[in-house]
């Protein structure tokens, strides 16, 4: 009996130590507590804007979840399929999933790869995001056994008339270290599970060559020809209690089809899943395998939807009578801006918050005037294209009567966001064609038909940004405060603005829940651009030695008191004179 108790302590000691270190690791976070796995069933990380271009859906292996397998050291920043994907450019119409099931082989379970396959089956086929008319394509990603459980779920798929819908539309399947043909290390974990108590089927489907995987890999081959696969095997020892080795060979993890592309990636078996940064070259290699396979789906859907898109965005056109593209303005500003000036902004933690938190929800940048406010925000509307974020603009201009009216502006607005968003120009389209005169309306109109009505009900999956320069500019600009306010309190807009007024002036407008953040753009803030303008207009400068040159930028530097306008006029001047006399005057 004693010796009894004593291998069951020792299984139990083995299961801590040896299983949790080869084949889960449960992650630490950085003060020591446990990440949770993830919640169970299909879980969208990833709604996109506009129509999905593809479903790609993650699913885990032995003792993993939904969110730990791909996540890196517990770090919630780390799961790369939700905090990552959605902002990479070649992710951003793809809607993204991640399946969750119990294979926690700690506690004793009656279920198989088989049962896992069937939930994760008829999780895709009853998931409310996914129509079930849809013919978006699916691509699933399986790390180790979950690579097991999708190639199941295909051939239940296609053995099935109730889901052949689902079968059609899955057309590629990445597997990172799955064990086609077994693993002799699950074997091992058999007997140590023995000895201590509790069946898991699921472990035992995964002993090399078990009537599991040779059944799955008798019948996958039938239905896979017309199937893009990607096979990835790990190439670096996994250390655990009892020794080091290589939880998935190479012959195991590839499958030798004509149909299959097969990588190495320089990791152990579970980093092949999770990696420590977007540069990580690992993860650079499943992320562009990934992105080529969808964008060969994209390419399809561009051509066959085109024609139809072109004609709506031309009905777009005609509606919202928006003569000048945004861009144009956008395009002139930015190119106006010497390199590697108004970073200064972009290192501010409130800018950041603004970008990054959502409990900001407006950033109000106010200054005196020609301090290069326009400037700035053509350069804070290229930094958030940089980062693929959704931004729509508009440049106020007392020049232009027409780029002073709010009626202009808000039909800009929902010009931008129609085409960078299906929904909103199917949405802005319904409401045009019952009133085709819609554009020449009073703003009061637009803002409540194209607004209130449509635009601010729908939900966006990812913040809208959108960068307003010279507010102060605007025709009666205090009535579009308050519709601004609006804005970002009911919908997921953050909103940034520069203007000549504080937006003190602006807080009797009403009892707004929106968090406003304000920045005072001060002659310290746009010292260094001053600095870069100077630099790059030298040769404007009287022909005197170096440390006179140098002596005189100092000068106009400290009498700016961060005017760019007069900086300007006064390198004029000094263009026209020659003597030190002129030079002093």
Same mark, same amino acid.
């Given at each position: 009996?004693?010796?009894?108790?004593?291998?069951?302590?020792?299984?139990?000691?083995?299961?801590?130590?040896?299983?949790?270190?080869?084949?889960?690791?449960?992650?630490?976070?950085?003060?020591?507590?446990?990440?949770?796995?993830?919640?169970?069933?299909?879980?969208?990380?990833?709604?996109?804007?506009?129509?999905?271009?593809?479903?790609?859906?993650?699913?885990?292996?032995?003792?993993?979840?939904?969110?730990?397998?791909?996540t890196r050291s517990g770090d919630a920043t780390l799961y790369w399929p939700q905090t990552w994907l959605p902002y990479d450019n070649g992710f951003r119409d793809v809607r993204i999933h991640s399946f969750g099931y119990n294979s926690n082989w700690e506690t004793e379970s009656t279920l198989n790869i088989h049962d896992f396959a069937k939930s994760l089956l008829g999780s895709i086929q009853d998931c409310p995001a996914i129509p079930r008319d849809s013919n978006v394509p699916i691509v699933l990603v399986g790390h180790s056994m979950g690579g097991l459980v999708i190639k199941r779920a295909y051939i239940l798929a296609r053995q099935k008339e109730e889901f052949l819908s689902v079968s059609h539309r899955i057309r590629t399947i990445v597997f990172l270290a799955t064990p086609h043909r077994g693993a002799d290390l699950?074997?091992?974990?058999?007997?140590?599970?023995?000895?201590?108590?509790?069946?898991?089927?699921?472990?035992?489907?995964?002993?090399?060559?078990?009537?599991?995987?040779?059944?799955?890999?008798?019948?996958?081959?039938?239905?896979?020809?017309?199937?893009?696969?990607?096979?990835?095997?790990?190439?670096?020892?996994?250390?655990?209690?009892?020794?080091?080795?290589?939880?998935?060979?190479?012959?195991?993890?590839?499958?030798?089809?004509?149909?299959?592309?097969?990588?190495?990636?320089?990791?152990?078996?579970?980093?092949?899943?999770?990696?420590?940064?977007?540069?990580?070259?690992?993860?650079?290699?499943?992320?562009?395998?990934?992105?080529?396979?969808?964008?060969?789906?994209? #390419?399809?859907?561009?051509?066959?939807?085109?024609?139809?898109?072109?004609?709506?965005?031309?009905?777009?056109?005609?509606?919202?009578?928006?003569?000048?593209?945004?861009?144009?303005?956008?395009?002139?500003?930015?190119?106006?801006?010497?390199?590697?000036?108004?970073?200064?902004?972009?290192?501010?933690?409130?800018?950041?918050?603004?970008q990054d938190s959502p409990n900001i929800h407006m950033y109000w940048i106010s200054a005196k005037p020609a301090t290069g406010k326009t400037i700035l925000s053509g350069k804070i509307v290229h930094h958030l294209k940089d980062f693929n974020r959704d931004v729509a603009f508009y440049f106020f201009d007392y020049r232009s009567k027409e780029k002073t009216a709010i009626n202009s502006f808000l039909l800009s607005m929902t010009w931008q966001m129609a085409y960078m968003h299906t929904e909103v120009l199917e949405t802005v389209l319904g409401i045009c064609e019952k009133d085709g005169q819609l554009c020449k309306a009073d703003y009061r109109t637009i803002w409540r038909k194209l607004f209130m009505?449509?635009?601010?009900?729908?939900?966006?999956?990812?913040?809208?940004?959108?960068?307003?320069?010279?507010?102060?500019?605007?025709?009666?600009?205090?009535?579009?405060?308050?519709?601004?306010?609006?804005?970002?309190?009911?919908?997921?807009?953050?909103?940034?603005?520069?203007?000549?007024?504080?937006?003190?002036?602006?807080?009797?407008?009403?009892?707004?829940?929106?968090?406003?953040?304000?920045?005072?753009? #001060?002659?310290?803030?746009?010292?260094?651009?001053?600095t870069l303008y100077l630099e790059a207009n030298m040769d404007r400068l009287p022909s005197i030695d170096e440390e006179a040159r140098q002596d005189m930028v100092a000068k106009i530097l400290t009498k700016s008191a961060g005017c760019f306008l007069w900086v300007s006029l006064i390198l004029q001047e000094l263009s026209r004179v020659h003597t030190f006399a002129e030079i002093r005057q």
């Open positions: 009996m004693n010796q009894l108790r004593s291998q069951k302590s020792t299984a139990s000691s083995l299961n801590r130590s040896f299983l949790s270190r080869a084949l889960t690791r449960r992650e630490e976070g950085s003060d020591g507590s446990k990440d949770p796995k993830g919640p169970l069933g299909l879980n969208i990380l990833y709604e996109p804007p506009s129509a999905a271009v593809t479903d790609l859906v993650f699913v885990h292996g032995l003792g993993g979840g939904s969110q730990s397998t791909w699950a074997q091992l974990l058999t007997k140590i599970l023995n000895v201590s108590s509790g069946a898991r089927p699921f472990v035992t489907d995964l002993h090399r060559n078990s009537l599991a995987t040779q059944s799955i890999n008798d019948e996958f081959p039938q239905h896979c020809q017309d199937l893009q696969l990607y096979s990835f095997y790990e190439t670096l020892p996994t250390s655990y209690k009892v020794g080091k080795g290589l939880i998935v060979e190479k012959d195991s993890a590839t499958l030798g089809y004509v149909n299959e592309r097969t990588a190495y990636l320089n990791a152990n078996h579970r980093d092949v899943c999770k990696y420590a940064s977007s540069t990580d070259p690992n993860y650079q290699i499943v992320r562009n395998a990934l992105a080529s396979a969808i964008d060969a789906f994209r #390419s399809s859907a561009v051509t066959s939807h085109r024609e139809l898109d072109n004609e709506h965005r031309k009905l777009l056109d005609s509606f919202l009578a928006v003569s000048d593209a945004p861009e144009d303005d956008f395009m002139d500003f930015n190119a106006a801006r010497i390199t590697g000036s108004c970073e200064w902004l972009l290192k501010k933690a409130s800018f950041q918050e603004w009505e449509g635009i601010l009900r729908m939900k966006f999956a990812r913040p809208q940004y959108w960068v307003i320069d010279a507010l102060d500019e605007c025709r009666s600009y205090p009535e579009l405060v308050p519709l601004l306010l609006k804005v970002v309190e009911v919908c997921n807009i953050r909103v940034l603005l520069t203007s000549r007024d504080r937006f003190e002036s602006h807080r009797q407008v009403g009892l707004s829940k929106a968090k406003v953040v304000t920045e005072e753009i #001060s002659a310290d803030d746009t010292r260094s651009d001053i």
